[in-house]
T-cell receptor, first 115, second 113 residues
Framework: DAGVIQSPRHEVTEMGQEVTLRCKPI?????LFWYRQTMMRGLELLIY????????DSGMPEDRFSAKMPNASFSTLKIQPSEPRDSAVYFC?????????????FGPGTRLTVL | QQQVKQSPQSLIVQKGGISIINCAYE??????FPWYQQFPGKGPALLIA?????SEKKEGRFTISFNKSAKQFSLHIMDSQPGDSATYFC????????????FGTGTKLQVIP
């Protein structure tokens, strides 16, 4: 398996533009998480889905952020309009339960820069 | 009540030394405590995890010590190597429900030769 796939890996955009980040979870994983990581705030959970259904979006900073999971193999995080303070690394992770571990597998992240 | 507090923020250890990172939690519903390791430019990856039915778990040079009554747990890295230089996150979750994981703020470890 290729692991969690995120695209793009880097995104540079101007303030006010729409940004769409994409994630393909590992096949068979039924939970998906979007995180944001910054130096100031560390790793923040934005939203998580279970079986494609959004369960907790309390971490989404404001209405400019939205996330969808139309099927088990694809999710998007959209920012519209983007602002400089949205600059961060955005990670997608999917989860599998084993007999002992509940392991989240993280993607490589998308580094977003909003100018 | 959902917080996981982690210390220190940064740590410098000499090669061969012991690295110790501490975490504390408040939510008694947490019953799964993983540690994640993150190298620059990469996503975090699961390193080791423990459940509260044991007080210690060891995998190679990495050991988690768990104190249920104090609601504290720690990661020990024995014989620290330069390749261990990374950011380490402790985390906690309740395995019932929807697997939401609460992460600590991270510790940046530097192992110097």
């Amino acid at each position: 398996d290729a692991g969690v796939i995120q695209s793009p890996r880097h995104e540079v955009t101007e303030m006010g533009q729409e940004v769409t980040l994409r994630c393909k979870p590992i096949s068979g994983h039924n939970s998906l998480f979007w995180y944001r990581q910054t130096m100031m705030r560390g790793l923040e959970l934005l939203i998580y889905f279970n079986n494609n259904v959004p369960i907790d979006d309390s971490g989404m900073p404001e209405d400019r952020f939205s996330a969808k999971m139309p099927n088990a193999s694809f999710s998007t995080l959209k920012i519209q309009p983007s602002e400089p303070r949205d600059s961060a690394v955005y990670f997608c992770a999917s989860l599998i339960r084993t007999s002992y571990y509940n392991e989240q597998f993280f993607g490589p992240g998308t580094r977003l820069t909003v100018l | 009540q959902q917080q996981v507090k982690q210390s220190p923020q940064s740590l410098i250890v000499q090669k061969g030394g012991i690295s110790i990172i501490n975490c504390a939690y408040e939510n008694t519903a947490f019953d799964y405590f993983p540690w994640y390791q993150q190298f620059p430019g990469k996503g975090p990856a699961l390193l080791i995890a423990i459940r509260p039915d044991v007080s210690e778990k060891k995998e190679g040079r990495f050991t988690i010590s768990f104190n249920k009554s104090a609601k504290q747990f720690s990661l020990h890295i024995m014989d620290s190597q330069p390749g261990d230089s990374a950011t380490y996150f402790c985390a906690a979750s309740s395995t019932g429900g929807y697997q939401k994981v609460t992460f600590g703020t991270g510790t940046k470890l530097q192992v110097i030769p």
